[in-house]
């Protein structure tokens, strides 16, 4: 691996502000972020990648590419769950295979913001169309995991009403705002776009660090709950999204030549949903426990692919 890549990722000052928020919880520290600000900032983050991406994609050449992207992104979140279900069923409850084979097939939109961070320290660029692919990608694997649910888990057969449960992974909250600042952003007027640009990117890498920090604190708090499921789970959460996304860095070049978009493919891949899944599968799964699937996503993968993960990668993609 290129160290230098490493180190220079593991000094960002974001990823620093994640490992004090840890730290902060360890030695149990009464700092904490409030609620509402913590949602406002979420809601922020979600809105300035949709709408630069949907202000990128305005002023890019419509391609067949954007089109391949999109399938590419489809496949990998259907194929995803598909494999890991059957890999975690002979360990786990059925219900607990479908919620976490789901959270690892759907994405992670703040761990696609955090490789946009790391691609802006690279002086790399990616094309606005991947935030579209991102978004799509959510609700797949939640598709997917209800399906599986429907088919292994006898109890649930005839109860889970599958529609409501894709209309919900379609409306939710993230993916509506994603894909609508997306749209606005396409449509918006350019000149008219550059009153809010102070808004969408001058601030945005410090309201990252205080997203962060705060996902620092939620991670070391989750992850006390996880420790009683053993190492096999805890193995699965970090060398599961390691394969898929090496595999993916190497195949996404069937797609697109591009490093940046390579590289957000491989991170999307590798990545696992703790918020829009949970979500879902309260409905899909009510038997499911959220403190295993929850903790596995935020406690072990997320802090694997922003400080390791992220460097491996972007090596992968610049050697092949």
């Not at 890019?60 to 999109?70: K, M, V």
């Not at 991102?134 to 598709?143: K, L, N, T």
């Not at 990117?201 to 410090?206: E, L, P, R, V, Y």
């Not at 970090?238 to 493919?265: E, K, M, Q, W, Y």
Request: aromatic share 12%; glycine share 6%.
């Amino acid at each position: 691996m290129d160290f230098q890549i490493l180190i220079t990722n593991l000094t960002n000052p974001t990823l620093l502000f994640f490992i004090l928020g840890i730290v902060a919880t360890m030695v149990k520290s009464d700092l904490e972020i409030p609620q509402t600000s913590s949602k406002f900032i979420s809601l922020y983050l979600l809105f300035a990648i949709g709408f630069k991406g949907g202000q990128e994609l305005a002023h890019s050449n419509f391609q067949a590419e954007i089109s391949y992207s999109i399938l590419f992104g489809l496949l990998i979140s259907s194929l995803i769950p598909l494999y890991t279900f059957f890999i975690l069923k002979r360990k786990i409850s059925i219900s607990d295979a479908g919620a976490v084979a789901a959270t690892y097939g759907s994405v992670s939109a703040v761990t696609f913001v955090s490789a946009v961070s790391f691609l802006e320290l690279q002086q790399i660029q990616y094309s606005g169309h991947m935030v579209a692919v991102m978004a799509f990608m959510e609700s797949p694997a939640i598709i997917v995991g209800v399906i599986l649910l429907s088919m292994y888990d006898k109890e649930s057969r005839g109860t889970t009403n599958v529609a409501s449960i894709v209309q919900h992974s379609f409306t939710n909250g993230s993916v509506l705002l994603v894909l609508g600042s997306l749209l606005i952003g396409f449509i918006a007027d350019s000149k008219q776009a550059e009153g809010i640009k102070p808004f969408t990117t001058d601030i945005f890498k410090g309201f990252l660090a205080i997203f962060l920090l705060e996902m620092g604190m939620v991670t070391a708090k989750r992850f006390a709950a996880f420790k009683k499921y053993g190492l096999f789970l805890s193995v699965f959460a970090i060398l599961i999204p390691a394969v898929n996304g090496c595999i993916v860095a190497v195949a996404s070049s069937i797609v697109t030549a591009d490093i940046g978009n390579r590289f957000i493919f491989a991170i999307l891949a590798a990545s696992a949903s703790y918020i829009a899944v949970p979500a879902a599968m309260k409905l899909a799964a009510p038997k499911a426990d959220p403190g295993l699937f929850i903790p596995m996503a935020l406690g072990l993968t997320f802090p694997f692919n922003i400080s390791i993960g992220m460097p491996l990668y972007f090596m992968i993609i610049s050697h092949t």
